[in-house]
């Protein structure tokens, strides 16, 4: 079995899953986010603190299973650094140990990974990563070349999800808390889309919070009808940027296949918006089951599968965390 080892931010995950078959045999993570919650965000010294007490406790329940690990796969890269050493570390102890080969995975390319658990890897296929971290639409070519499509200049999807729950004193993370809520407002503030109608094929979310911001300022009574009705006209707005840019990438790439993954993608109105999208160019959507959409252990374990196969180990010394998104060299 190979085990996943996932440490990147304010999640600790660990998987084992069977190479053979790509059953998954072990499945848990701790989540730190209602302790991040009080601050708005995640407190990185907090986050490093908590997975070097998550971590041991998770792999204390897979010891029983330690004699059949082949390899370990752990996240290197890209995230918050004290949090990644955490992952890094203990993956390098137990190597030692077990005398067991190291694998290095890209936190995105894991994500990626997530919509093909259990299933054979299939490319080529578009991609649009929406997560707290970035907001990413790729092409991954039949050779699983990556080009980078669009990308953020400032906030991704996810983050301004949190940002507006902050605005409106709602908690960390924002995402599900924002989505929910928009269900119960109406679109009264017809915020406008960002870069509508600028041929720049590329994302911006922060002019939308300062929309947000401005219209929670105006507003003399922030009840909580008011509330759900900025949720829903900047969930709204949002989605409809990431629609808006993603036509014109569509229209160039005609994507047979297209994978939605990410923390956000478990965002259900932001799904409809790109099935409608999808069935106007006959593409196949594929999603991560929901449990497996934000950080996770499988996704790193699987990633694993895919490198133990073809033998890509990486040294002690050569496995360092990288807290930068490279996805030229990643695979
Ligand atoms: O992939 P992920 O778990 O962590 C990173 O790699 O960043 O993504 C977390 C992000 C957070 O910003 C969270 O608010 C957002 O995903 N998110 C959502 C939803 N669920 C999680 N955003 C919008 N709608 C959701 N339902
Ligand atoms: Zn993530």
Known sequence: MILGIESSCDDSSIALIDHKNLELKFYKKISQESIHSSYGGVVPELAARLHTQALPALLDEIKGEFNRIKAIAVTNEPGLSVSLIGGISMAKALSISLGVPLIAVNHLIGHIYSVFLTSKARFPLGVLLVSGGHTLVLNIDKEAKIEILATTGDDSFGESFDKVSKMMSLGYPGGAVIENLAL???????????????????????????????????????????????????????????????????????????AIVGGASANLALRGEIEKLAKKYNSEILYAPLKFCSDNGAMIARVGVEKYLKKEFISLSELQVRPNLNLKKAR
């Open 184 to 258: 119960k407002g109406r679109d009264e503030y017809k915020f406008t889309i960002p870069l509508k109608g600028d041929k720049r094929v590329e994302y911006s979310f922060s002019g939308l919070k300062n929309q947000v911001r401005l219209a929670i300022e105006k507003s003399e009574n922030l009840d909580d009808q008011t509330k759900a009705n900025i949720a829903c006209s900047f969930q709204k707005t949002a989605i409809s940027h990431i629609i808006d840019k993603l036509k014109i990438i569509y229209d160039k790439h005609k994507f047979q296949r297209f």
